[in-house]
């Protein structure tokens, strides 16, 4: 997770100068705690459901997410 976090930041240095950085890193930073939080809750409670396959498939439901946001934000761009 270390190395997503390090790229997440460089984009954001990037992207963002001056006062808009401190604010992008410290909601950036917020947010990946708490995904760090949820996750691992999110993967338990599918596993409690279903059982051993319910990590996969809450990893797939993720991944199936930030795509779905990564078409609708690249569509919104166009």
Do not use: C, K, W
């Amino acid at each position: 997770m270390g190395g997503i976090f390090t790229v997440g930041i460089t984009l954001l240095g990037q992207r963002f100068r001056g006062v808009e950085l401190v604010s992008a890193n410290a909601v950036f930073s917020v947010l990946f705690g708490v995904g760090g939080l949820l996750g691992p809750f999110i993967a338990g409670t599918a596993m409690t459901a279903i059982g051993p396959a319910g990590f996969p498939v809450s990893l797939l439901a993720a991944v199936g997410l930030y795509a779905l946001f990564a078409v609708y934000r690249r569509a919104a761009h166009d």
